[in-house]
């Protein structure tokens, strides 16, 4: 037990060291570097065009100049003590920017997550109880054509029509500017107006794969013997699929949902960039635009953390739900 | 008033590419508090039968006939009428598996399920009666609280059979509930089985391929083939003297029955095809004749509470002697008495061993069944004597014998093609490519090459073992329905004589042919034999099956050939 948990425990800190190096190296690898931006994201934007000498100047200063194994060095003992460094273009702590933006994205994340397993879940038992009739062939292949469209297109869709035409749901933004709120109530739901059009994408975009998840699974369980014995005790249909047939289909959904948030916190960045919702995802594009390494590392590694998590707390709920796993 | 009444029960399964007739109409009623016994091999249909009372049959299933519980019609109930009969008065105690009980939920919960849906009883009422149900099943209530895959297979049964006990119902099917378990839990649960049906007399369907088991608890017993029953019965009579030749079949493959014989299956599958005509038994059966072929019979009674499907009245006798006796004349003018006023019957596809010690007419009494010397008095009928007296030897599907020793019985100055060769010529059958085709088929039985090089070889430069198989050639090459194996491996070394008599009951068992093993060999006829017949001064002493002869002999002299096995030095006691 013990000699599992340490060898469990330098798993995680190789795989986290091998995520540092790649974060810290990869931008790097890019052309350019911070100080040489050329073009402006946004119309109206002053565009710096710095001298030779004021590029060499900075780099100096950010200690860009130096050996990059000494950049590394410093960066993995900087990390130790938890300083994550600053950005250079928003010209503070990058711990503060991702602070700044990360629970947006949580708040669209996690929305999208529940949103996307309750309704996938639904959808597939309804699709599985009458498996072969009209209604699931319908739903099956209406959810599979759907989950061929890519979620940045579903989104600029979205925003068209529900934004741009119907005029029902804001255009950008994760709060209304200067918004002077009666009340938390107030905020809560300005905040959810906003994040509504975000994360009906992201959900849209993960539900096919609970559904046909939830709906492939619960056939295969209707077929095994325990639900065949649940039957013959005469428990009802109701008590059969919710009690036996579900409970053991939802296993491999939860395990599911734990790729899924990783996947999401991908999906997230091109999502955020269509409703621009000012979340990480939406930073850590414009920090690559900018060159902005400290910042990239920074947002990059707290995606990877993330994810890390997500696995590690899918793992201790599949064991509490699986009595067969982990004892 | 039967508890449980099935008519004309077809359970077909339908697939994209065929119909798989699973039950192809079965009847049989179950009175209150007996236990019927299902038997049969695996696809026979009993589990089909088993889920179609449950109403558990896929939607795939086409369902025809009538099922009735108390007379009321309970097989086109739909889904949530038929919950009210589930547990309650219908339960079954499935076959252990490791996913008959859902993974994720605690077996007591999984106990208690029911008796909370169909009782009414509080949670804790139903957890205090499930730690009695524990106990009654031998199993410590703290098991309550665990998960299926945290039991033992044998526990798990327990649990299974709790789970069917929890709504007390009247009617209890269990469906191969010890196949999958160990000798020693096998007999506990047996015992368990016994002592709750005697304490609260359940109705019992008890379904297995374990004929044993089943024989031992129930009353009655219905043997099912491809869907079909062949036979049913009273236990003991079924087992002691199966009529069908599929039950005899399962009978003799079973080792706790048989103990000393050699395991040999019936030979060929059951038949796979959805569109089958005629008796389902006939490709494996050994006696088929023409309508076998075309119709399928029906379960008819033959009185004594039984009933058979067979055309031919269930296994057909074959060879029928009547008080034969024969006498040698010694030279000071006395006669010996070999043969005193001998009865027997052989029975197709059965292996009758004769035995007794050297000079106990054993020899005369075969010679005279293959019409090599006439007996003074008495009568041997083959085939109901429609073979005609005399003329059953020389025909192809008669009667054949192989001797004792194999370097008299063929000649040294005979090639091995014309040793065989020999029946066919002289009773003129088959032309003369024919003929070699005929032999070179029998030798390929026995395992002999057929080149051309070994055809030519003499008798003389032969083998002992060899010689014998040429010898059994002969014989194989008339396609006897009976053959006769007077002593046929005493002349020959151990090992030899164990691949002769492999080779033959291998032989006797594919082709289906009856056998009479005459031998003073007790331990070699328990390999083979079927029922034995021990001889004593040119009589029959005592004859029956053969494990009883072995294990009961009534007759002394019985008691004495059993006694007069020499034991190993390990073995004295």
């Known amino acids: 037990m013990e000699k599992d948990r340490n060898s469990f425990i330098f798993r995680l800190l190789s795989t986290l060291f091998v995520i540092l190096a790649i974060n810290f190296f990869l931008p790097r690898m890019m052309p350019g570097d911070p100080f040489s931006t050329t073009s402006a994201d946004e119309v109206g934007e002053e565009i710096i065009v710095m001298t030779e000498e004021q590029r060499l100047y900075y780099l100096n200063y950010y ?15 900087n990390l130790m003590t938890g300083d994550l460094g600053r950005s250079i273009y928003y010209k503070m702590p990058v711990s503060d920017v991702i602070m700044l933006h990360l629970p947006w994205t949580v708040l669209i994340v996690v929305g999208a997550t529940v949103i996307s397993t309750i309704s996938g879940v639904i959808l597939g038992t309804l699709s599985a109880k009458n498996r072969k009739k009209g209604s699931d062939r319908i739903m099956m292949t209406g959810l599979i054509a759907f989950a061929e469209i890519p979620s940045f297109l579903l989104g600029l869709i979205l925003l068209l029509v529900f934004s741009v035409y119907l005029r029902l749901f804001p255009l950008a933004g994760a709060v209304t500017p200067f918004a002077d709120y009666n009340g938390p109530a107030e905020q809560a739901w300005d905040i959810l107006y906003h994040a509504f059009l975000p994360i009906v994408t992201l959900s849209l975009s993960q539900l096919t794969g609970v559904y046909l998840l939830t709906r492939n699974t619960l056939i295969t369980v209707t077929t095994k013997d325990y639900i065949r014995t649940a039957r013959a005790k005469g428990l009802g249909e109701k008590t059969v699929w919710i009690r036996h047939a579900l409970r053991n289909a939802l296993l491999p959904v939860v395990t599911r949902t734990g790729f899924m948030i990783g996947i999401m916190m991908g999906g997230v960045v091109l999502v955020e960039s269509v409703f621009s919702y000012p979340g990480i995802g939406m930073t850590l594009r414009s920090a690559v635009v900018g060159r902005d390494y400290p910042l990239i590392q920074g947002i990059l590694l707290v995606i990877a953390v993330s994810i890390l998590v997500c696995n590690l707390l899918v793992d201790k709920i599949y064991g509490k739900l699986d009595p067969r796993v982990g004892i | 008033m039967s508890l449980l009444k099935i008519n004309d029960l077809k359970c077909h399964y339908l697939t994209d590419a065929d119909t798989v007739r699973a039950v192809d109409g079965i009847s049989f009623e179950i009175g209150e508090g007996e236990i019927l016994g299902i038997v049969g091999e695996s696809g026979s249909g009993k589990t089909t039968v088993a889920l179609g009372i449950m109403g558990l049959l896929p939607e795939n299933t086409a369902i025809s006939g009538e099922i009735l519980y108390r007379d009321e019609l309970i097989s086109s109930l739909p889904e949530s009428e038929m919950d009210r009969f589930r547990w309650k008065d219908i339960a079954i105690v499935f076959q252990n598996s490791l996913e008959v009980m859902n993974p994720v939920m605690k077996v007591g919960v999984q106990v208690t399920e029911p008796m909370i849906r169909h009782l009414g009883f509080s949670p804790e009422k139903a957890r205090s009666k499930c730690a009695d149900l524990f106990r009654t099943v031998g199993l410590d209530p703290k098991w309550m609280d665990s998960y299926p895959h945290q039991l033992s297979g044998g526990m798990r049964q327990r649990v299974l059979l709790a789970m069917a006990l929890s709504c007390d119902p009247k009617f209890l099917i269990l469906d191969e509930v010890t196949s999958a378990l160990d000798a020693f839990t096998r007999k506990e649960i047996r015992d368990l089985l016994v002592a709750l049906q005697k304490k609260n007399g359940y109705t019992m369907l008890m379904i297995s391929h374990d004929i044993t088991f089943v024989s031992s608890v129930a009353s009655r017993i219905a043997v099912m083939y491809s869907g079909r029953v062949v036979e049913t019965g009273p236990v003991r009579d079924i087992l002691v003297s199966p009529r069908h030749p599929y039950t005899r079949g399962l009978v003799h493959s079973t080792p706790d029955i048989f103990v000393y014989k050699d395991l040999w299956g019936i030979p060929g ?82 292996v009758l061993a004769v035995v007794g010690q050297t000079g106990s007419g054993k020899s005369t009494l075969a010679h005279i069944l293959a019409n090599v010397i006439k007996p003074e008095c008495g009568e041997v009928l083959f085939m109901d004597g429609n073979a005609g007296g005399g003329s059953y030897g020389n025909k192809v599907n008669g009667i054949q014998i192989v001797f004792q020793d194999p370097f008299s019985s063929t000649s040294n100055r005979f090639t091995v093609l014309d040793a065989v060769k020999e029946p066919l010529y002289i009773n003129k059958i088959g032309s003369n490519g024919d003929r070699l085709q005929m032999v070179k088929n029998a030798l390929e ?121 020499i034991g190993l030095c390990c073995h004295n006691h």
């Open chain 2, 445 to 565: 039985l026995v395992r002999l090459p057929t080149t051309d090089n070994f055809l030519s070889k003499y008798c003389g430069e032969l083998s002992g073992g060899q010689r014998q198989r040429v010898a059994l050639a002969r014989a194989m090459v008339m396609e006897p329905k009976l053959l006769i194996a007077d002593e046929i491996t005493s002349a020959l070394d151990v090992s030899t004589s164990a691949n002769v008599l492999r080779l033959l009951k291998g032989l006797q068992n594919r082709r289906g042919f009856a056998m009479i093993y005459i031998s003073h060999d007790l331990s070699l006829t328990l390999k083979i034999a079927d029922r034995i017949a021990v001889m004593n001064s040119g009589k029959i002493v005592e004859m029956g099956n053969s494990h009883d002869v072995m294990l009961s002999p009534y007759d002394e002299y019985t008691k004495r050939l059993v006694g007069s096995r």
């Open chain 2, 269 to 350: 599958d059951v038949p796979a095809g959805d569109e089958f005509k005629g008796c389902p038994f006939s490709p494996r059966c050994t006696q088929k004749i023409d309508i076998c072929k075309d119709a399928t019979p029906v379960l008819m009674p033959i009185g004594g509470g039984r009933e058979i499907a067979c055309h031919r009245g269930g296994i057909a006798g074959l060879l029928e002697a009547r008080n034969l006796s024969f006498s040698y004349r010694l030279p000071d003018g006395e006669y010996l008495r070999a043969v005193d006023n001998v009865s027997l019957e052989v029975r197709e596809g059965e």
């Open chain 1, 63 to 77: 200690g860009l100049d130096r050996p990059l194994y000494e950049q590394f060095l410093v960066y993995m003992k």
